[in-house]
């Protein structure tokens, strides 16, 4: 009898298939996480590697107490020893970076609200943290010494945490290679103290600019997000019924930073715009937000010791008035620490001053404070190789302006010098060709750019050129330049 042949299902062969392709998408995941779990912990001893001391902090007081949410400029601008012996409360500061996100603090703090406890949001003035904005990477990199920190993340943020899962690993292993950053200064976990706040020696400001010219300020209704009140307000009634109550503060501004346009009126119509849209009580003045610029450090948002002792006061007595207290502060308020003087410059004119075109920045008395780059000549135009001067006509060259490179469809490297301090978001869009930017600062805290916008129209393929293995931790580590340690190269290693 003849044995009847079994046909093979066609379905076998496609799950098979199928299998297959499964197990080959999943190979790569599985080396990422594993790689980004697996290696040795590289953000350790940096600025970020706060965050979990601070959620440490804030869940082991027990009863009401006052928590301070936002984000660097918390973490500069707070005496929580002072807060605490002026209102009575114990005194959390919950801010960190604000590139985490407004979003990703209010969520890590959720489990920690209690009855009677004042919460105090003071976001700073910038369209970034007055919004849903969240950090995926940054925040891999703060959570890296507990990532059970993640586990209070809300589901959206959980997804941007996928989507950056490559990015942290990729800096994660450069690290890994080259050597894991341990820096010195104020940007490091050991900056903080047990209540979280920085307490890095700073007497004055460092700018010589006495502000960040890149970085103004504009309080307006614009720069608030649909999605920032969606989620204040939401959080509010949150906190309200956990038993606690929140305020709306603003965080300290330069004043030297505010734009041409800021006036009593328009700060008026900011509050009132603020006060209509958010559900909780905005109880500080913005005029006492706008503060000298000699009292603060390193930009427009961080105050240095005297200014931390002056900005807490306020707070202080803004919070004294919602608990029912009217008396004053007899707190002695320090003075304004004087601006540093500028760096000397060289009065013989930069051979390479011929390539830009500058414009003078006038101090108060009308004269010329200091230059910045605002294009390039025709034949800057047509060199494949600048350096930006470090003086132009005998004045110092500080800053550059966006699109100052713009039309230059043959520059391959710019040089910037050390006399460089502040470099505004778009300075390099407009030029394709764009692909090396040589940094020979060795302090990046003197060189102030944007965290998030700094390349925005740039060549996408542009990378920073370090020299030398201290500066490119130092420029790793920093809190301006971190977000890009991406695009940075060390040169030593390509030699």
Request: hydrophobic share 40%; aromatic share 10%; with cysteine.
């Amino acid at each position: 009898m003849k044995k009847e042949q079994v046909k093979a299902s066609p379905w076998k062969g496609i799950g098979r298939c199928v299998l297959l392709a499964a197990v080959m998408l999943l190979l790569p995941v599985g080396l990422l996480i594993g790689l980004a779990l697996g290696l040795p912990n590289q953000y350790e001893n940096t600025f970020t590697a706060a965050l979990p001391d601070k959620v440490e902090r804030l869940g082991s007081i027990e009863g009401p107490k006052i928590i301070v949410i936002g984000g660097s400029s918390i973490a500069f601008g707070l005496d929580s020893q002072l807060m605490e012996r002026e209102t009575g409360l114990p005194t959390v500061n919950f801010g960190l970076y604000a590139s985490l996100g407004t979003r990703a603090m209010l969520d890590l703090s959720r489990a920690h609200v209690g009855e009677g406890d004042v919460i105090l949001l003071s976001p700073e003035t910038d369209a970034q943290t007055l919004s849903g904005y969240f950090g995926g990477e940054v925040m891999w990199q703060a959570a890296e010494r507990d990532r059970t920190l993640l586990n209070d993340l809300s589901w959206d943020e959980k997804k941007q945490l996928a989507l950056s899962l490559w990015d942290y690993t990729a800096a994660k292993c450069r690290l890994f290679r080259t050597g894991t950053p341990d820096p010195d200064g104020v940007y490091r976990r050991g900056s903080f103290d047990g209540y979280g706040d920085v307490v890095y020696p700073r007497p004055q400001s460092v700018m010589p600019l006495g502000c960040d010219p890149g970085q103004t300020i504009t309080p307006c209704a614009d720069i608030v997000g649909d999605d920032f009140i969606e989620i204040v307000n939401e959080y509010t009634a949150f906190a309200r019924k956990a038993g606690a109550e929140v305020y709306f503060t603003y965080a300290p501004m330069n004043a030297a930073a505010l734009s041409a346009e800021v006036t009593d009126e328009s700060l008026y119509q900011y509050y009132l715009y603020l006060s209509s849209v958010l559900d909780c009580e905005v109880i500080t003045d913005i005029r006492r937000a706008v503060m000298e610029p000699g009292y603060f450090y390193d930009s427009n948002f961080h105050l240095n010791d005297a200014g931390r002792t002056v900005w807490t006061a306020h707070l202080c007595e803004d919070v004294r008035r919602v608990q029912g207290v009217t008396a004053p502060l007899t707190l002695e308020l320090p003075e304004a620490p004087a601006l540093p003087s500028d760096k000397p410059v060289d009065p013989t004119e930069d051979p390479n001053a011929v390539y830009f075109i500058c414009r003078p920045v006038q101090n108060a008395a009308g004269g010329i404070a200091w230059y910045t780059v605002a294009g390039l000549t025709d034949a800057g135009r047509q060199q494949a190789s600048l350096t930006v001067p470090r003086s132009f006509e005998g004045v110092a060259v500080r800053s550059i302006e966006p699109g100052a490179f713009a039309g230059s469809t043959v520059l391959t490297d710019l040089t910037i010098p050390d006399s460089i301090c502040s470099i505004s978001s778009g300075a390099f869009s407009g030029c394709p060709a764009l692909a090396r930017l040589h940094l020979y600062n060795t302090d990046a805290s003197t060189m102030i750019v944007d965290q998030m916008t700094l390349f925005d129209g740039a060549n996408p393929a542009l990378k920073l050129m370090l020299h030398g293995q201290d500066v490119y931790e130092a420029y790793v580590t920093d809190y301006f330049w971190g977000n890009y340690a991406g695009k940075m190269v060390l040169v030593s290693e390509e030699q």
